[in-house]
């Protein structure tokens, strides 16, 4: 069987053209345009990268969006007072700060700063706990993009056995959790770098989500013909896969 590639920009585009429609509805009942406040702090390349998506990506739903720029000399005191003020600010309706933070400020007290209610990256505690009794207020941005890819290609979860490469508290462990939810209903194996022999684990998957970072980790050799593969970090799969992967 040759493989299927699931075509991630179409389905990418497909969900910008969904929003800007409910957007628009929304704009229309209410006279309220939704507005998206985005805090990069420093120079990180990557991350400057991600903000300006972020950018296009509002402006091409219909959102409104700012975008504050702070020195990567902002101390930890001075990020709060920000954080605090879009959380007062009621012309903001979600907040987003950039990851990865400089080291002098400890993330961790930052993203517990953001009012759950504006946490649209749901990294608040109050969002996680609400997301893993399955009635969210929001969702992770990479695994429901995930979820998302599944769903509109048609790909069934129920009963399939999902491996997630990774348990980092942005992307693997709300994976995992997504998937195991009721109406997803996945068995689903979480492998880390302490797990043993991760390639047998993975040859065992129907649906393999590899979300650790490391290029060429996934080997063709490690893949089930049949299976299907969505990389969401910068890793590429080392070799051909055999066999109907997507």
């Given at each position: ?245 997507h």
């Amino acid at each position: 069987m040759s493989a299927r590639i699931i075509d991630g920009k179409l389905i990418a585009e497909q969900t910008r053209n969904e929003v800007a429609q409910a957007v628009q509805t929304f704009r229309e009942r209410t006279g309220v345009t939704p507005h998206l406040a985005a805090v990069l702090v420093g120079n990180d390349p990557a991350s400057e990268v991600y903000v300006r998506n972020k950018e296009r990506a509002c402006q091409k739903a219909g959102l409104a969006s700012t975008l504050h720029r702070l020195s990567g000399a902002t101390t930890q005191n001075e990020l709060l007072d920000l954080v605090q003020r879009l959380n007062s600010d009621p012309t903001v309706h979600g907040i987003l700060v950039q990851l990865p933070l400089p080291k002098h400020i400890d993330a961790t007290l930052i993203l517990d700063a953001i009012h759950p209610t504006k946490d649209v990256d749901a990294f608040h505690p109050e969002n996680v706990g609400l997301m893993l009794q399955g009635r969210p207020r929001f969702l992770p941005c990479t695994p429901a993009g995930v979820m998302r890819l599944l769903e509109v290609s048609a790909i069934p979860t129920s009963g399939q056995h999902a491996v997630v490469i990774g348990r980092s508290d942005i992307v693997g462990k709300p994976m995992a959790a997504l998937l195991l939810q009721k109406g997803a209903d996945a068995t689903v194996t979480v492998c880390h770098s302490r797990t043993k022999d991760i390639a047998e684990v993975c040859r065992s998957a129907d649906i393999v989500v590899a979300a650790l970072g490391i290029p060429e980790f996934l080997r063709g050799s490690m893949i089930k013909p049949g299976a299907v593969v969505i990389d969401v970090g910068i890793n590429r799969v080392g070799e051909r896969l055999v066999g109907d992967v997507h």
